[in-house]
């Protein structure tokens, strides 16, 4: 499984914006999907996963500002920032896994988000 993350940029804090992530497999609706994102210095956290059912969860950080959905025809899971604030500055990854692996196996390249004061 190949994935390609983008929509990463600069954003004024309190601002919108959406990451997408398509995957190269169309059997891409068997995989849970999750958005990790790694600041400077820090360690690389989840930021919000989805089942291949469709349940979601989410880091407490970005509990009602960070949506993730996916569209499985068009191989592709998302990941809505709403109300972005200078601390979730970082490089976000998409990742997938198998329903029953306890790890993400398959990742994809970073997309830098930028958030400023």
């Known amino acids: 499984v190949q994935l390609q993350a983008s929509g990463g940029g600069l954003v004024q804090a309190g601002g919108p914006l959406r990451l997408p992530c398509t995957g190269s497999?169309?059997?891409?609706?068997?995989?849970?999907m999750g958005w990790h994102r790694q600041a400077p210095g820090k360690q690389r956290e989840l930021v919000a996963s989805?089942?291949?059912?469709?349940?979601?969860t989410y880091a407490d950080s970005v509990k009602g500002r960070f949506t993730i959905s996916r569209d499985n025809a068009k191989n592709t899971v998302y990941l809505q920032m709403n109300s972005l604030k200078p601390e979730d500055t970082a490089l976000y990854y998409c990742?997938?896994?198998?329903?029953?692996?306890?790890?993400?196996?398959?990742w994809g390249q970073g997309t830098l988000v930028t958030v400023s004061s």
């Open positions: 497999e169309n059997i891409f609706r068997f995989y849970d």
């Open positions: 989805i089942t291949s059912g469709g349940s979601t």
């Open positions: 990742a997938a896994k198998l329903k029953f692996k306890t790890s993400y196996d398959y």
